[in-house]
């Protein structure tokens, strides 16, 4: 197993909208959705964050169904909960 980190960026973002300032965040996933990011099937497009109960979830973020899962294989574009401090959230 590798130790190389997976770093997805949204590139449309910076032609769309000025960019104040930048949080690095954790995200909550499922095995199969780690499997699927490692193999880079994951896309931005028309995701967006909201703020729920003082915590951020990413909507509609899609991440591929993993090629050899199962039956038991995540939903592509469930919501998917932020790993910040409720300082940053609240910035």
Known sequence: MSNKAIDIKNRSAYHHYF???????GMVLLGTEVKSLREGKASFND???????????????????????????????????????KREINK
Not at 19 to 25: F, G, L, Q, S
């Open 19 to 25: 960019i104040d300032t930048k949080y690095e965040a």
């Open 47 to 85: 995701s967006y964050c909201i703020i729920h109960k003082g915590e951020i979830w990413v909507k509609s973020l899609h991440i591929s169904e993993y090629s050899h899962g199962t039956v038991n294989n995540h939903d592509s574009l469930r919501d998917r909960k932020l790993l910040l401090n």
